[in-house]
């Protein structure tokens, strides 16, 4: 299993110097969020040809690929983000990946007053998602997570069902599904024919606050055992908001690779 950093999270430096930062630290690459810090503005230039350029140099001459490219925006009544996604889902393949990471946070009251109207919609939208992914190879991984559109994996299964896509796909973020699902480590073996990438972090019982791997509830090691033993052995990126991303890093990426991976 590889560790990526996420660069979103970091906000005073540049994308460049972000993966230069990883490398040193000793990520094994990093998961690339179209978003700046926790604004969830999207910067359109990350898109452009002469970034995703130096990005894919950069990550061929130092072994540091990008473990995936992400907008965890919801697309779902949001054209803007929807044709952000889209683009991404176009390029991904230039950054040297074929994962595309979405979500769809909404907010609780919209979501459970209207839920039959958003949830035709999400069907809706995820669907021109997944066409265009279908079209250009690449994996549409959703993200469940509590207070997300997709906030437990059966509803993550029955839009499955119903768009019948091979490009729909799942980030399994271990921590959200720990708080969304009764038994973890059946939740991970169910979603084994979905999974193409991951987020490691830890959490409370009952609480959605992203801990430091050490601390919190969740048997990392046996969660990670059981992703692998779905044959999944890819990245996982450190899913971390609270402290200093920079500072805690080369301890968490130390105490993963002993501990967990």
């Not at 979103?8 to 972000?18: A, C, K, N």
């Not at 690929?65 to 949001?78: F, G, L, Q, R, T």
């Not at 979405?102 to 809706?124: A, C, G, W």
Request: aromatic letters at 10%; glycine letters at 4%.
């Amino acid at each position: 299993m590889k560790l990526a950093g996420r660069n979103h999270i970091v906000t005073d430096r540049s994308l460049l110097e972000t993966m230069r930062t990883y490398k040193s630290m000793g990520y094994d690459g990093m998961e690339l969020s179209v978003l700046r810090g926790m604004t969830n503005a999207i910067v359109w230039d990350y898109m452009e040809d002469y970034v995703i350029d130096r990005v894919r140099a950069f990550s061929e001459e130092n072994d540091f690929p990008i473990s995936a490219v992400s907008c965890h925006k919801n697309y779902v009544k949001d054209d803007v983000t929807l044709e952000a996604q889209k683009r991404l889902l176009r390029t991904a393949k230039r950054y040297g990946t074929d994962v595309v990471i979405v979500s769809t946070f909404m907010d609780f009251f919209e979501r459970e007053l209207n839920e039959k109207e958003v949830y035709d919609l999400l069907v809706k939208k995820t669907r021109i998602l997944c066409d265009v992914a279908e079209e250009n190879g690449v994996k549409l991984a959703i993200e469940v997570e509590p207070n997300q559109l997709f906030h437990n994996m059966k509803i993550f299964y029955e839009v499955a069902d119903k768009l019948n896509s091979p490009a729909f796909k799942l980030n399994l973020d271990v921590g959200h599904l720990f708080l969304s699902e009764p038994d973890l480590l059946k939740a991970i073996e169910d979603a084994k024919d979905f999974t193409v990438h991951c987020h490691i972090d830890n959490m409370g019982r009952g609480e959605h606050c992203h801990k430091l791997p050490w601390l919190g509830d969740i048997d990392l090691k046996a969660a990670f055992d059981a992703i692998r033993a779905n044959g999944y052995d890819g990245f996982a990126a450190l899913d971390i908001y609270i402290q200093d991303y920079l500072q805690v890093s080369p301890e968490c990426i130390r105490w993963i690779h002993e501990n967990v991976f």
